[in-house]
């Protein structure tokens, strides 16, 4: 005796609604997160190297400007916790 098949039934997508949401600005492993929630494996590491800075404003200008970077560390980025997970790649 063979049993019927179960009608499928689409679900409802779930409804996401934002009143206002303004970023000015985003990063490396970044993220906007709302309510409870876990991120899981989430890990960042990273170098930035600058000789100059930043230069913000209006009407900014810089004219024959020589910057050098001295980086002689051996590691750009060290270990951290979480940094390694047997058997993730």
Excluded at 48 to 72: F, Q
Aim: net charge negative; glycine share 10%; no cysteine.
């Amino acid at each position: 005796m063979q049993r019927a098949a179960l009608p499928v039934i689409p679900l409802d997508p779930p409804l996401i609604q934002f009143d206002s949401i303004h970023v000015n600005a985003i990063s490396d492993g970044s993220g906007i997160f709302i309510g409870t929630n876990t991120q899981v494996y989430w890990t960042t590491s990273g170098k930035s190297n600058s000789g100059l800075g930043e230069v913000s404003g209006e009407n900014n200008y810089v004219v024959s400007n020589v910057n050098t970077v001295h980086d002689n560390d051996i590691i750009d980025a060290p270990y951290t916790k979480g940094d390694l997970v047997i058997g993730r790649v």
